[in-house]
């Protein structure tokens, strides 16, 4: 059973950090491309950034610069490193895992961790 736990989520103001964590289990983690993804109240659910199992990582323009996203294999843990928060980052953060095998796509989310942005 695959399960991808969030933690790291709060309050914070404009211009302040927060780093998620997300610890998956069940799953060959080396083999995933893992993510974050946000949805913010009445908008549909975004990327945010990804990075593949080789460390390749990508972000979303709107935090590109802000954010880092990071993963330790040996750990099986997949981290975002959010700067320079603004309110319009303010979302529930979910983790994303994927894999595609013989034409089949893997995909796998984490509950959610509810990130704050005041002004």
């Known amino acids: 059973q695959v399960q991808l736990v969030e933690s790291g989520g709060g309050l914070v103001q404009a211009g302040g950090s927060l780093r998620l964590s997300c610890a998956a289990s069940g799953l060959t983690f080396g083999t995933y491309l893992m993510g974050w993804y946000r949805q913010a109240p009445g908008k549909q659910r975004e990327l945010v950034a990804t990075i593949s199992n080789g460390g390749t990582s990508k972000y979303n323009d709107t935090v590109q610069g802000r954010f880092t996203i990071s993963r330790d294999n040996s750990k099986n843990t997949v981290d975002l490193q959010m700067n320079s928060l603004k309110p319009e980052d303010t979302a529930v953060y979910y983790c994303?895992?994927?894999?595609?095998?013989?034409?089949?796509?893997?995909?796998?989310w984490g509950q959610g961790t509810q990130v704050t942005v005041s002004s």
């Open positions: 994303y895992a994927n894999r595609r095998l013989f034409g089949q796509n893997y995909d796998y």
